[in-house]
């Protein structure tokens, strides 16, 4: 390979290399953004508006307008701190039409007193601290299929809790619980919220530098 062909795959390398650098540094700065308006949300929630957009893992108030269903489903394979249980899932309701889930966190047990009584604390208040999760239909490539008819499940999935409760949700979220007066096995979402786009940059900028450094000791080798 002559030396024009050599400069020409280093400079595109260095080109793309520095180019992935920079866009993980406006991801750095996007993912600190919604780190800080996620934090601002778990300390300061605002009450629920059906009708307002908010970003996935916000924190918001459900006040005592959303009534429990109950008929808890539970997902399996769930762990909390190591130890294997199940997330306890119930319906709600606005203006007695099934609007959306809440997740209400880790159980050890398919107890029914349990699962009782964190249904019943969830109705006992004024209101309760969740998050917001996207609710649609997707589901992870690994993660098996609900089973219905067996009551078994292994995703939050809107068409299957469509069918499984015959209605329809209008929610374009549900809801997780945030909220240790109901259930204290909850999880903070910023845990969702990895940042490593610094260490990304870094490395390709590295690499984009390591390029051009690579160029220049074959292009004076040359002479």
Known sequence: MNTKSITFIFIIISI??????????????????????ISASINNPELYKPEKFYENLTSVKLDDNYKIVNQPVFIESKTYKGNPGYHLISPIKLNG???????????????????QNILEK?????????????????????????DLIKNIWYSVNKTDMNRYYESSFKSEYYFVLLDERVNKFIHNPLVFLRNNHL?????????????????????????
Do not use: C
Request: proline letters at 1%.
């Open 97 to 115: 039409q099934f609007f959306s889930i809440v997740n209400f966190g880790w159980v050890k047990e398919k107890d029914l007193l349990d699962t």
């Open 16 to 37: 793309v290399t520095f180019m992935l650098g920079s866009w993980q540094l406006y991801r750095l700065n996007w993912k600190n953004n919604l780190i800080s308006n």
């Open 122 to 146: 969830y109705s006992s208040l004024d209101y309760i601290r969740v998050y917001l999760r996207d609710f649609h239909s997707d589901k992870a490539f690994f993660t098996p299929q609900n």
């Open 199 to 223: 260490n990304y940059s870094i490395t390709w900028f590295l690499l984009s530098l390591s390029s051009l450094t690579m160029l220049l000791i074959i292009r004076k080798k040359n002479g």
